[in-house]
Every structure is written in C-alpha cells, then in structure tokens.
T-cell receptor, first 109, second 113 residues
Framework: TQLLEQSPQFLSIQEGENLTVYCNSS?????LQWYRQEPGEGPVLLVT?????EVKKLKRLTFQFGDARKDSSLHITAAQPGDTGLYLC?????????FGAGTRLTVKP | NAGVTQTPKFQVLKTGQSMTLQCAQD?????MYWYRQDPGMGLRLIYY???????DKGEVPNGYNVSRLNKREFSLRLESAAPSQTSVYFC????????????FGSGTRLTVV
C-alpha cells in the first residue's frame, strides 16, 4: 500500500486545457515536494511546501498544501506539450521521504 | 554541471552475477540515497546515508549493500543479482535530510536475465 496516493494515474489532454492532479495520504508531513520526471531521466524538483494551507506558483503551475498537511494538489493552467511527463509527489515524515507512484501526463498539440 | 552522476547508464546481468552502481555528487550534500523505481510502485528507498560514515536500511534493502566511500560518493552493490532486481535505480543527494528537496541522478536501467 502506497503511503501517498496520487490521482489520476494517467491523464491525456489537449494543449490549452487546465488540469489538476492530487496527492493524498493519511499521514501528516513536515514537508511535501513535487517533482517532474521525463523519460530516461531522474525526477527534477519543482517545489517544496512546508506550511499547511500554503500556495506556491511557478509560472502556470500552482501547488497547494492541505491545511492538515496530509494532501496536496498541482494545478496547471493552459497546459503545453512541454508539460508532458510523470509528476511525483513526495512527503517527509519522521525524516523518511516517501514517494507516490505518480501521475503520467500527456499534453497533445 | 553540478549535480549527481551515476554510472553505468544501462546494464544487463545474468542471474547470480554481481555488480556495483556508482554515484557521485558535487554539491557538498551530507545525505545520499539509493532508490529503485518500478512501474506503478513509485520510488522505493533501498539504503541511505545521512552523513559520511553512516548508512541505514530503507524500505527494500534485501539483496543490496552500500558503501559511503567519502562525502561525494555512495555506491550500491548487488552481490548475487536476481530477476526481481530488474529495475531503474536512482541515486539522490540532499542537504538537511531532504527538507529542501532531493537532486537525482539520471538513473541506471538494470536488467537481470
């Protein structure tokens, strides 16, 4: 059983559409991170959120950490083909970093 | 470029063979990690080293050993490879035990036949 559940597992959309992916857990995290991974490469850190309710924006990407620090969401506005990849969330609990299985996003031109 | 370097990129082993995966970082990070990534299962921690001179088991350590050679280098050894160890292996490093994120290498794709 995954400590972090990500949904959806797969998402295929057209360029210009908006989307939200989710990361949920029953555990409380001291911090939560989002990574993007492209084929044949390692994950690359996008953002770290630390405070419950925190919202961070990175260009067209908006990250939110739940008030109880158990869940997070990633919203992409006007998706582009360059956003295609595997999005992973990772949570730090008791110095133990756990990763979700990821959401595989495909943005079609 | 600064970062985490892993070698080799690809490897095919026969069951029972041994090999060592190498990892080096040049960011002066204290902590280093070895993960494996399998479809549908996310990244699972094999071993980690919180600082030079220490190593600890992660979630899936069986069949593996590690060596923290110095602050820069952290190697992963498979003594007797099994088909269940077919996976993509990632090394990562971090400061502050990962509170500010990990830097990953580009991975080693290992196939055990």
């Amino acid at each position: 059983t995954q400590l972090l559940e990500q949904s959806p597992q797969f998402l295929s959309i057209q360029e210009g559409e908006n989307l939200t992916v989710y990361c949920n857990s029953s555990s409380v995290f001291s911090s939560l991170q989002w990574y993007r991974q492209e084929p044949g490469e390692g994950p690359v850190l996008l953002v770290t959120v630390v405070t419950g309710g925190e919202v961070k924006k990175l260009k067209r990407l908006t990250f939110q950490f739940g008030d109880a620090r158990k869940d997070s969401s990633l919203h992409i506005t006007a998706a582009q083909p360059g956003d295609t990849g595997l999005y992973l969330c990772a949570g730090l609990v008791n110095n133990d970093m756990r990763f979700g299985a990821g959401t595989r996003l495909t943005v079609k031109p | 470029n600064a970062g985490v370097t892993q070698t080799p990129k690809f490897q095919v082993l026969k069951t029972g063979q041994s090999m060592t995966l190498q990892c080096a970082q040049d960011m002066n990070h204290n902590s280093m990690y070895w993960y494996r990534q399998d479809p549908g299962m996310g990244l699972r921690l094999i071993y980690y080293s919180a600082s030079e001179g220490t190593t600890d088991k992660g979630e899936v350590p069986n069949g593996y050993n590690v060596s923290r050679l110095n602050k820069r280098e952290f190697s992963l050894r498979l003594e007797s490879a099994a088909p269940s160890q077919t996976s993509v292996y990632f090394c990562a490093s971090a400061s502050h035990r990962g509170n500010y994120g990990y830097t990953f290498g580009s991975g080693t794709r290992l196939t055990v036949v």
